[in-house]
């Protein structure tokens, strides 16, 4: 009887043994299965990644040109034309444009069938291609030309220029001040579009350090960035201030003068 139970027992056990060989229905669940399953995804997602990446470096090795990163964007050429990737090397802005500036104030100025406008970061169109020319970009406001005149636009009302087109030439924001000139005569424009004397110069240069060169009857004076005359026209000839000094010349002589005007 012990002999019978025991020969049962094993009878048992092997179709147990069979039963696991077997294959399983699809709805029985299999641990082993989801494990491998499981497995299978991951491999699958490392796979994709990989071959993005090798899609992004073939990518990358077909550009003519790659700029230096500024603002987390570099320049690229493609067939002659530009767009922008970021520092994993997604193409973020694809090449469709003839010209391309590096980023500034995480806009960049773009050029496109003759005509220029700005894109932001993701390549959204900030001002329309409808200009002839565009300067840089400084304080939000950037010159542009249009219909062979100049004006300035603020970027972030860009749909309506701060300064209607009038002057012949118009240079970029230096200390919240823009040369302009019209007729020959220069002077400056504030962030607000105003002028802060009348155009009566025949030359001005660039604020720096707070004061600006102007030129009028041959003589050289620096300006205020209220339009204020500080230093009077007397010399000959006078470059920027830098580290509150200034090389002027005055009868063939050369020497520096402090922002008051006197000599060191």
Do not use: H
């Not at 220029?116 to 030309?145: C, N, T």
């Not at 823009?178 to 660039?206: C, H, S």
């Amino acid at each position: 009887m012990l002999q019978f139970r025991f020969l049962l027992s094993l009878s048992f056990l092997a179709c147990l043994l069979a039963c696991e060989d077997r294959p399983k229905s699809k709805d029985a669940p299999d641990n082993r299965n989801f494990d491998i399953s499981d497995t299978t995804k991951k491999a699958g997602r490392q796979g994709a990644e990989a071959k993005i990446a090798d899609t992004l470096i073939k990518r990358t090795d077909a550009y003519q040109d790659i700029d230096i990163f500024n603002q987390d964007r570099a320049k690229v050429r493609f067939k002659d034309l530009y767009g922008y990737i970021d520092r994993d090397s997604f193409e973020i802005i694809k090449p469709q444009y003839t010209s391309a500036t590096r980023f500034e104030d995480s806009l960049a100025r773009v050029g496109k069938a003759g005509k220029y406008g700005v894109i932001d970061w993701a390549g959204k169109e900030i001002v329309p291609f409808e200009y002839e020319e565009l300067g840089q970009i400084r304080d939000s406001m950037l010159a542009f030309k249009k219909d062979k005149l100049y004006g300035f636009l603020y970027l972030k009302e860009p749909k309506k220029p701060v300064v209607e087109p009038r002057y012949e030439w118009a240079g970029n924001f230096v200390e919240k001040r823009a040369k302009v000139m019209r007729k020959g005569k220069w002077t400056f424009v504030n962030t607000a579009g105003k002028e802060i004397t009348p155009l009566q110069y025949d030359a001005v240069r660039d604020f720096k350090e707070g004061l600006a060169a102007v030129w009028i009857n041959y003589k050289w004076g620096y300006l205020n960035p209220k339009g204020e005359i500080v230093i009077p026209p007397t010399f000959d000839q006078a470059l920027d201030f830098t580290k509150g000094k200034a090389q002027v010349m005055l009868k063939d002589k050369t020497f520096y003068i402090n922002s008051l005007g006197k000599t060191l």
